[in-house]
Nanobody, 118 residues
Framework: QVQLVESGGGLVQAGGSLRLSCAASGSIFSINAMGWYRQAPGKQRDLVAFVTGGGSTNYADPVKGRFTISRDNAKNTVYLQMNSLKPEDTAVYYC????????????WGQGTQVTVSS
């Protein structure tokens, strides 16, 4: 079973940038697609973006043109570069497979808090 640890969140002003990292405890090479998700208080957890093993990417409309997802299979790490942040991007960010919770990943990590002030 592979565990995930998200990091890189923090408090940033609107218009600023953050880079999130998701480190896996084992190989992600065999995982077809990895995604970033976010959950704001009182709301459901939504997909932000995913990247396939071949490097193809897909983004949710609210983040298109501002966020970039990437993966480094050699480091078993997935990244999310977030630019031009807005207050509505405030949420806890999680990474997981896409669709979520698929072998060898069987659970969610603790997530990383992103807070964007206006």
């Amino acid at each position: 079973q592979v565990q995930l640890v998200e990091s890189g969140g923090g408090l940033v002003q609107a218009g600023g940038s953050l880079r999130l990292s998701c480190a896996a405890s084992g190989s992600i090479f065999s995982i077809n697609a990895m995604g970033w998700y976010r959950q704001a208080p009182g709301k459901q957890r939504d997909l932000v973006a995913f990247v396939t093993g071949g490097g193809s990417t897909n983004y949710a409309d609210p983040v298109k043109g501002r966020f970039t997802i990437s993966r480094d299979n050699a480091k078993n790490t997935v990244y999310l570069q977030m630019n031009s942040l807005k207050p509505e991007d405030t949420a806890v960010y999680y990474c997981n497979t896409f669709p979520p919770v698929r072998a060898p990943i069987r659970s969610w990590g603790q997530g990383t808090q992103v807070t964007v002030s206006s």
